[in-house]
């Protein structure tokens, strides 16, 4: 069993572009939560899809957007990337309000 | 508003001693408390979790008590080991939102 995954593992852009990060839930769950995680803290709420919607959102501008697909895997946008976008970022998928299973994560470096 | 402190590392000790990472939170309402860990180029898992008040969380030795009185969640172990070396957050989820507020983490590294 699978357990989450994200694509890709690392990643360079630079200042302004555009970035797309992908998550394949854990199989059986329906919920997709992501967080950004800056070097040396932790991990801070982005937003969560649900059923094809976006539920819950943080403390984050709208140029982080998402995604999420009628296969339950999903995609987190961010545009005009800045600097301060550099972090791990992290998919953490659930099921019926249960427990919260991370991914890997997916290393963003901008230059 | 949600938060949580975490005693600041790093925290270096030597196989087999006991450990304590203190963990306290500010949260309106009822929130669920967890322990995740981070191991060297990982994702974060899941160590142990409460749910209420004097519930405890336990796994791989591991083990914290929810406080309600001290709004606390101290991670204990009795005897720990080189391989218990990792990153230790934290957490909390407001009334079961399935939006966790994190701590900023408390690297641990045990010594042979």
């Known amino acids: 069993d699978a357990g989450v995954t994200q694509s890709p593992t690392h990643l360079i852009k630079t200042r302004g572009q555009q970035v797309t990060l992908r998550c394949s839930p854990k199989?059986?769950?329906?919920?997709v939560s992501w967080y950004q995680q800056a070097l040396g803290q932790g991990p801070q709420f982005i937003f969560q899809y649900y059923e094809e919607e976006e539920r819950q959102r943080g403390n984050f501008p709208d140029r982080f957007s998402g995604h999420q697909f009628p296969n339950y895997s999903s995609e987190l946008n961010v545009n005009a990337l800045l600097l301060g976008d550099s972090a791990l970022y992290l998919c953490a998928s659930s099921w019926a309000a249960a427990d919260e299973f991370f991914g890997p994560g997916t290393r963003l470096t901008v230059l | 508003g949600n938060s949580v402190t975490q005693m600041e590392g790093p925290v270096t000790l030597s196989e087999e001693a006991f450990l304590t990472i203190n963990c306290t939170y500010t949260a309106t309402g009822y929130p669920s408390l967890f322990w995740y860990v981070q191991y060297p180029g990982e994702g974060l898992q899941l160590l142990l979790k409460?749910?209420?008040?004097?519930d405890k969380g336990s796994n791989k030795g591991f083990e914290a008590t929810y406080r309600k009185e001290t709004t606390s969640f101290h991670l204990e172990k009795g005897s720990v080991q080189v391989s218990d070396s990792a990153v230790y957050f934290c957490a909390l989820d407001p009334e079961g939102a399935q939006k966790l507020v994190f701590g900023q983490g408390t690297r641990l590294t045990i010594n042979p």
């Open positions: 409460a749910t209420k008040a004097d």
């Open positions: 199989s059986g769950h329906d919920t």
